[in-house]
């Protein structure tokens, strides 16, 4: 199913006076910390590695690690108010000294004060850090009172209702995802509801999967194919989101894409929301490699997670302040292949050729803003990119810096 390029690819009319912004430009503009970041202050939780980081007092800042971030109106006039069964607060607001020894304002849980004081009172005495220290206890409570924080959102009005997805939080030094290892799972420091991070500035991890088609196919028995030499691509599969999307309707996507919930991991991912979002085999996918016997020319799966793209966004308003990990797959499939809508978050998909994609990046509205980065990264990857020179400021404006407030 397809529309014309005329209603894919909208362009912008500008006088002869106006600035038109480079690609470059309108990539770097995706990037919002520099922009609202002075509104905002950092969320720590404690979390000490080892019985050698035992704190010396209870004020103490070394065992403490950034997990996010809240903008400062946010944090006085809803986050404070959030209250467990108890009628205990969830968060507080201190001082505590950055890397640097400056004094930041800072937000943290209420529970790790006590946390902190036992562990304080453990170093003191006779009690093991293990038993001080019990991640699984205190990974439970901690995502009990991010629950907590959840319906307090609810109710006054700031989310409309739960997802079914919960993302993890990892503390900010965490910089590779490997979803399903043990030494993944211990530094999920707590699970939180998917419509809830994003207040709390809490990593946003997103998958896509990007369906190409080449010019013509390959056979075992082709020169190229046995030189490795990979013919031209012809066009790449968009996704139109359903205009009932609670963000960006009837934008243009991959042709796969979702948010990364903390029991999948990358790949597995990848493949589900391909499956649920435009019918693509999950074999594809799961079984497609090198050393797959049921691997054929024309159905080529790249991995290509170990390079995510990092940008920090916002909402347009300035809220909702976080760092989006965008992770990519590449699945060159069959020319007589066609995507289709199975559940109901797409509308249509487009094959666009990379003459459209390039013309839609460099001066479109259709695509969903983010994404313009994510597809980018797709055509950089495959050299179709024409007439840019930016290359290696492109691909900084796709990889930022972490921003850090403490």
């Given at each position: 199913r397809s529309i014309s390029t005329s209603?894919?690819?909208?362009?912008?009319?500008?006088s002869s006076t106006s600035h038109v912004p480079s690609l470059l430009e309108r990539i770097r503009a995706l990037d919002k910390s520099a922009e609202v970041s002075h509104q905002y202050m950092a969320l720590i939780m404690y979390h000490p590695r080892s019985p050698s980081?035992?704190?010396?007092?209870?004020?103490?800042?070394?065992?403490?690690?950034?997990?996010?971030?809240?903008?400062?109106?946010f944090v006085n006039s809803t986050l404070l108010n959030c209250k467990n069964e108890d009628g205990?607060?969830?968060?507080?607001?201190?001082?505590?000294?950055?890397?640097?020894?400056?004094?930041?304002?800072?937000?943290?849980?209420?529970?790790?004060?006590?946390?902190?004081?036992?562990?304080?009172?453990?170093?003191?005495?006779?009690?093991?850090?293990?038993?001080?220290?019990?991640?699984?206890?205190?990974?439970?409570?901690?995502?009990?009172?991010?629950?907590?924080?959840?319906?307090?959102?609810?109710?006054?009005?700031?989310?409309a209702r739960k997802h079914s997805d919960l993302y993890p939080i990892f503390p900010f030094a965490v910089t590779s995802l490997c979803g399903g290892s043990e030494n993944y799972k211990k530094e999920v420091l707590a699970h939180i509801n998917r419509n809830t991070a994003p207040y709390l500035?809490?990593?946003?991890?997103?998958?896509?999967?990007?369906?190409?088609?080449?010019?013509?196919?390959?056979?075992?028995?082709?020169d190229s194919c046995n030189n490795n030499k990979k013919p031209p691509i012809k066009g790449l599969w968009l996704q139109k989101r359903a205009p009932t999307k609670s963000h960006h309707p009837n934008c243009w996507d991959p042709t796969a894409a979702g948010g990364h919930p903390a029991d999948l991991s990358l790949v597995e991912n990848v493949a589900k929301e391909a499956q649920e979002e435009a019918g693509v085999p999950p074999e594809w996918i799961l079984q497609n490699d090198s050393s797959n016997t049921t691997n054929t020319p024309d159905i080529i799966f790249s991995d290509h997670t170990h390079d995510p793209l990092t940008i920090t966004t916002a909402k347009p308003d300035g809220t909702c302040l976080k760092r989006s990990l965008y992770y990519s797959c590449d699945l060159r499939v069959p020319c007589d292949w066609n995507p289709i809508p199975v559940d109901g978050e797409v509308s249509e998909f487009k094959l666009y050729s990379m003459q459209e994609l390039?013309?839609?990046?460099?001066?479109?509205?259709?695509?969903?803003?983010?994404m313009r980065a994510v597809l980018l990264d797709f055509m950089m990857r495959h050299g179709v990119l024409k007439e840019e020179q930016n290359f290696k400021e492109l691909r900084d404006a796709i990889h930022r810096e972490r921003l850090i407030l403490w």
């Amino acid at each position: 199913r397809s529309i014309s390029t005329s209603q894919s690819t909208a362009t912008v009319t500008m006088s002869s006076t106006s600035h038109v912004p480079s690609l470059l430009e309108r990539i770097r503009a995706l990037d919002k910390s520099a922009e609202v970041s002075h509104q905002y202050m950092a969320l720590i939780m404690y979390h000490p590695r080892s019985p050698s980081s035992h704190v010396a007092s209870e004020s103490d800042s070394s065992s403490y690690l950034a997990v996010g971030h809240a903008q400062t109106s946010f944090v006085n006039s809803t986050l404070l108010n959030c209250k467990n069964e108890d009628g205990d607060p969830i968060f507080v607001k201190g001082e505590f000294p950055n890397e640097s020894g400056v004094m930041t304002e800072v937000l943290r849980l209420h529970m790790d004060i006590q946390i902190q004081k036992e562990m304080t009172q453990s170093q003191q005495g006779t009690r093991y850090y293990d038993d001080a220290y019990n991640y699984t206890k205190i990974f439970e409570q901690r995502t009990s009172a991010f629950e907590h924080v959840t319906n307090h959102l609810i109710s006054a009005g700031v989310i409309a209702r739960k997802h079914s997805d919960l993302y993890p939080i990892f503390p900010f030094a965490v910089t590779s995802l490997c979803g399903g290892s043990e030494n993944y799972k211990k530094e999920v420091l707590a699970h939180i509801n998917r419509n809830t991070a994003p207040y709390l500035g809490i990593d946003s991890v997103g998958v896509h999967l990007h369906c190409y088609v080449c010019e013509y196919e390959q056979t075992a028995g082709d020169d190229s194919c046995n030189n490795n030499k990979k013919p031209p691509i012809k066009g790449l599969w968009l996704q139109k989101r359903a205009p009932t999307k609670s963000h960006h309707p009837n934008c243009w996507d991959p042709t796969a894409a979702g948010g990364h919930p903390a029991d999948l991991s990358l790949v597995e991912n990848v493949a589900k929301e391909a499956q649920e979002e435009a019918g693509v085999p999950p074999e594809w996918i799961l079984q497609n490699d090198s050393s797959n016997t049921t691997n054929t020319p024309d159905i080529i799966f790249s991995d290509h997670t170990h390079d995510p793209l990092t940008i920090t966004t916002a909402k347009p308003d300035g809220t909702c302040l976080k760092r989006s990990l965008y992770y990519s797959c590449d699945l060159r499939v069959p020319c007589d292949w066609n995507p289709i809508p199975v559940d109901g978050e797409v509308s249509e998909f487009k094959l666009y050729s990379m003459q459209e994609l390039e013309e839609e990046l460099r001066f479109g509205n259709s695509v969903r803003p983010a994404m313009r980065a994510v597809l980018l990264d797709f055509m950089m990857r495959h050299g179709v990119l024409k007439e840019e020179q930016n290359f290696k400021e492109l691909r900084d404006a796709i990889h930022r810096e972490r921003l850090i407030l403490w």
